[in-house]
């Protein structure tokens, strides 16, 4: 198993290589002539439909983003330990079902509360 | 090009064999080298072949005729595609992070190659690994394509660009749950985590056992790839071209590569735990896999063709409010399902859970179009906010 991993790991990192090499061509074509390298002032400016960019780009984002994101947290977590429920639920038997059933259940009342709230509205 | 792996005679052929049990080739080395070029290789033509079925396809579905000149039929298009891009100049906007904005592209197209580590492409245990915690690598390896969206994003200091690369993680943060649960369907009724034990397990294709999850799971997936009409972080009539407004040349050739590459890698993980894999008759398996994504893929830009684009706020209560309760009822009902009913015959499950699913999709989106969206109903009285109250009969 663990050598599998280290094979993947391995597998990843060729494509990794693989992948930037086409970013190296390009960079390689630029160095023989082959692509045009001129950067102007206006060339390299922010595009934006035409528009003088205002200000900084890094800015304090919309709250409404995070709110998701807290809900994704909580989910995605209970969503993957119920993948070792999952895989040995025949061995667990009905036993397992009903302690997956109170997992939900749990998991569904804070997710009603969400809905009631209106997080779950994009404001 | 290394010799193609034999399939000696199905899974436990291999697995008895004492030395190294997952690895058809015997020596590790050659079975690296041997998997990682026909890995790359399958993805890379099938990124192709999309590319070309999808500008043709879509061309036919819009009345036109689509890339026809290079090559016949147009099918070198892509290769005349990459030779320009190539030749393009590399602009890289002054104000921008320029390490992020240089390694945005890789990071968004390395996953989508990586997934063809565990998916099974030439029969039984033919494959890379076949990992035993298979699909959580899946889940684990192609979220990680967002990353390189937002660092896109963020780091092409461009206000639109920034927009689309928030945009783009809150729905694929939005639409992993409601996958993940579909997918656990699928696990529940092989016992697996491992693709290949996932498509063995297949006597009767999963579609027909778990519809429900399957439309679910087409569902996300699309709005995972970003296709239409999920496609909302490419919005050109609000965002510009969304995270790649500022990327040119080989650099945006990387990100359209990337959107090709994750179709693929979805419609090849969908074709292996919905439709039965390299699974059917008379064909080798590789071709049937292929085919099967290709009818996939297809169902997807005929998608993308019909439908406009939705809108933030649909998109986002469709995948909180539609898919994630629907996924979890469904894993409920499979759970039952699993423990109770005789495995011997599995066949009339089929058309139980058939009724299943559409009385469930048809119980959703009634309740959906009343209460779940902008649309609230008082007493008999249907309020559109911002719009006039209109009277409805009940």
Known sequence: ?123 | MAPLPQNPGGHSAVLQQALPPDWPLGNPWLHFITFTIIAIAFGMLMIIAFIYVERRGVARFQIRLGPNRAGPEGLFQAFADLIKLLLKEDIVPARADKLVHLMAPIIATVPALAIFAVVPIFGNGALFADLNVGLLYVVGISSIGVVGVFMAGWGSSNKYALISAMRGVAQMVSYEIPLVLAALGVVLFAGSLSLNTIVDQQGIPYLLLQPLAAVIYFLAMSAETNRSPFDLLEAESEIIAGYHTEYSGMKFALFYVAEYGHAVAASALFSTFFLGGWKGPFLPPVLWLMIKMLVVFFVGFWVRATLPRLRVDQLMGFAWKGLLPLAVINLVITAIEVLFWPTQSMWPLVPVNIVIAVILVLLWSRIFTLGGGKIEVKQGRVEVKGAKTVEVKV
């Open chain 1, 1 to 123: 198993m663990l050598t599998q991993f280290g094979q993947i790991a391995l597998f990843i990192l060729v494509i990794v290589l693989f992948i930037s090499a086409l970013p190296i061509a390009a960079f390689i074509f630029r160095l023989i002539g082959l692509a045009p390298h001129k950067p102007t002032q206006v060339k390299t400016s922010t595009y934006e439909s035409g528009m003088e960019t205002v200000g900084k780009s890094w800015i304090q984002f919309n709250v409404r983003y995070y709110t998701y994101a807290l809900i994704f947290v909580a989910l995605d977590v209970t969503a993957i330990l119920l993948y070792t429920w999952a895989v040995d639920l025949k061995s667990l038997g009905a036993a397992g079902l009903g302690v997956a059933l109170v997992f939900i259940a749990i998991l569904a009342v804070g997710y009603l509360y969400t809905w009631k709230k209106k997080f779950l509205e994009w404001k």
